[in-house]
């Protein structure tokens, strides 16, 4: 089996490797190929994943490349980490917002649809050239905004699936607070990408115990204090918010926050170099404690997971991906990307079905599929009007001034990215 996955260069790939490593009877891969047009940082991190291997003697072979074309040919499947613009860009995003009043982030907002705008042409690209060499590869998207990435792939005839660590991360968190094993919990995990709600935690699979209730009643400050929202919240909604929520529950409050510090891309610029001296570090044969501040925890299970199930039968049956809705959610369109439960094998993944939503989340999903609707259409067509309509779309910003204000900034800090700016 031969894997490749492009941004290898990235200081995430570390933890990406320690998972095929550990989980290497799952995903028996032979191959793994670490593609990215950065040389310098693909000599550090290959350099730590060879040592990483050999620590847990896998026999599997990793090579590096600058060559996208090379890399991709003949693998099963290709994971994409990549983010067009690097930390630079991402500071931007979260940044420039916060002048008109808006939440400064890299995935939704006005941020996430530059992130968006910068890198739906650039995925599609890769991707074509991966079906021109290898028709027959999956494509596992872990690249942001997954939702509006994943929907530009599958409209374009692609085999992908989306995948996010969000409900891996609920999922090992409350193992820990019921202290049952991980592969016990299952999540009524529903909504998009970035937008979503456990309404369920069920122990032994999707018909078992709701123990959700349960959950709020015994551990509920502890997993308020984590979402970073007020418990009181948390218990009148009833479900377990996705922590992205909070930059609409409490919109303002995130604003007034994010404008007293630095912005989380200039921490992880800085945790980047330093963790790409440990990888320099010859002696070092594991993933640093430091990655883990770094995010995408337990991103290597889940890749792992996805991957097995959609290369043959080692993985989950059922998995939360981001796939086309088809009827799963009826007020949505049947192309629409959702981030649901679903039976994951070689054909790809087919939705569970999911009981009548309450509006309370049904008319935010609604909502914000719409924008990306919009979102998307600027990404693959580009123009002011499309990016100016997006923006007034998105239930974050939603007003004429804001909108205005907005897209100058965008294109004014993303010209070099937008073809046609």
Same mark, same amino acid.
């Given at each position: 089996?031969?894997?490749?996955? @492009?941004?290898?260069?990235?200081? *995430?790939?570390?933890?990406?490797?320690?998972?095929?490593?550990?989980?290497?009877?799952?995903?028996?891969? $032979? $191959?793994?190929?670490?593609?990215?047009?950065?040389?310098?940082?693909?000599?550090? &991190?290959?350099?730590?994943?060879?040592?990483?291997?050999?620590?847990?003697?896998?026999?599997?072979?990793?090579?590096?490349?600058?060559?996208?074309?090379?890399?991709?040919?003949?693998?099963?499947?290709?994971?994409?980490?990549?983010?067009?613009?690097?930390?630079?860009?991402?500071?931007?995003?979260?940044?420039?917002?916060?002048?008109?009043?808006?939440?400064?982030?890299?995935?939704?907002? !006005?941020?996430?649809?530059?992130?968006?705008?910068?890198?739906?042409?650039?995925?599609?690209?890769?991707?074509?050239? @991966?079906?021109?060499? /290898?028709?027959?590869?999956?494509?596992?998207?872990?690249?942001?905004? @997954?939702?509006?990435?994943?929907?530009?792939?599958?409209?374009?005839?692609?085999?992908? &699936?989306?995948?996010? /660590?969000?409900?891996?991360?609920?999922?090992?968190?409350?193992?820990? =607070?019921?202290?049952?094993?991980?592969?016990?919990?299952?999540?009524?995990? &529903?909504?998009?990408?970035?937008?979503?709600?456990?309404?369920?935690?069920?122990?032994?699979?999707?018909?078992?115990?709701?123990?959700?209730?349960?959950?709020?009643?015994?551990?509920?400050?502890?997993?308020?204090?984590? =979402?970073?929202?007020?418990?009181?919240?948390?218990?009148?909604?009833?479900?377990?918010?996705?922590? +992205?929520?909070?930059?609409?529950?409490?919109?303002?409050?995130?604003?007034?926050?994010?404008?007293?510090?630095?912005?989380?891309?200039?921490?992880?610029?800085?945790?980047?170099?330093?963790?790409?001296?440990?990888?320099?570090?010859? !002696?070092?044969?594991?993933?640093?404690?430091?990655?883990?501040?770094?995010?995408?925890?337990?991103?290597? $299970?889940? !890749?792992?997971?996805?991957?097995?199930? =959609?290369?043959?039968?080692?993985?989950?049956? &059922?998995?939360?991906?981001?796939?086309?809705?088809?009827?799963?959610?009826?007020?949505?369109?049947?192309?629409?990307?959702?981030?649901?439960?679903?039976?994951?094998?070689?054909?790809?993944?087919?939705?569970?079905?999911?009981?009548?939503?309450?509006?309370?989340?049904?008319?935010?999903?609604?909502?914000?599929?719409? +924008?990306?609707?919009?979102?998307? $259409?600027?990404?693959?067509?580009?123009?002011?009007?499309? @990016?100016?309509?997006?923006? =007034? !779309?998105?239930?974050?910003?939603?007003?004429?001034? *804001?909108?205005?204000?907005?897209?100058?900034?965008?294109?004014?800090?993303?010209?070099?990215?937008?073809?046609?700016?």
């Amino acid at each position: 089996m031969k894997l490749a996955v @492009v941004g290898g260069g990235s200081t *995430y790939t570390p933890e990406l490797i320690d998972g095929f490593a550990r989980l290497r009877d799952t995903l028996p891969i $032979e $191959e793994l190929v670490l593609v990215d047009p950065a040389a310098d940082r693909l000599e550090l &991190v290959s350099g730590l994943a060879r040592r990483i291997f050999a620590k847990q003697d896998h026999a599997g072979k990793i090579t590096t490349t600058t060559d996208l074309d090379a890399g991709v040919a003949d693998a099963d499947a290709v994971l994409l980490q990549l983010r067009v613009g690097g930390q630079a860009a991402r500071n931007q995003d979260e940044t420039w917002p916060l002048e008109c009043g808006c939440v400064g982030q890299e995935t939704t907002g !006005a941020g996430g649809l530059a992130k968006a705008l910068r890198t739906v042409p650039v995925v599609l690209d890769i991707a074509e050239r @991966v079906r021109r060499t /290898n028709p027959d590869a999956w494509i596992i998207d872990f690249t942001n905004p @997954v939702g509006i990435v994943t929907r530009a792939l599958l409209q374009a005839g692609h085999k992908a &699936v989306g995948l996010c /660590n969000v409900a891996i991360g609920f999922q090992r968190k409350f193992a820990r =607070l019921l202290e049952v094993e991980p592969g016990q919990v299952h999540l009524d995990h &529903v909504g998009l990408n970035h937008l979503s709600w456990e309404l369920g935690v069920r122990l032994g699979g999707p018909d078992g115990e709701n123990v959700l209730p349960k959950l709020l009643a015994e551990h509920g400050d502890a997993i308020a204090d984590d =979402l970073r929202m007020p418990r009181k919240l948390v218990d009148r909604l009833g479900v377990v918010p996705s922590y +992205y929520l909070r930059y609409f529950y409490a919109h303002d409050e995130v604003v007034r926050e994010l404008g007293t510090k630095p912005s989380r891309a200039a921490e992880v610029a800085a945790m980047e170099k330093e963790l790409l001296e440990m990888y320099g570090d010859p !002696a070092l044969d594991e993933k640093p404690e430091l990655l883990a501040k770094r995010g995408g925890a337990f991103y290597s $299970e889940a !890749a792992v997971d996805l991957a097995a199930s =959609l290369l043959g039968d080692g993985g989950s049956p &059922v998995q939360v991906v981001n796939t086309y809705n088809n009827g799963t959610l009826p007020f949505l369109p049947d192309d629409a990307v959702i981030e649901v439960q679903a039976r994951v094998g070689r054909d790809g993944a087919t939705p569970l079905a999911v009981p009548a939503l309450d509006p309370l989340y049904a008319g935010l999903i609604a909502n914000v599929t719409a +924008y990306e609707d919009l979102a998307l $259409e600027a990404a693959l067509r580009g123009g002011r009007d499309r @990016v100016f309509k997006a923006l =007034l !779309a998105h239930p974050l910003i939603g007003q004429f001034d *804001y909108a205005e204000g907005l897209t100058d900034r965008l294109i004014a800090h993303n010209r070099e990215h937008l073809a046609w700016a």
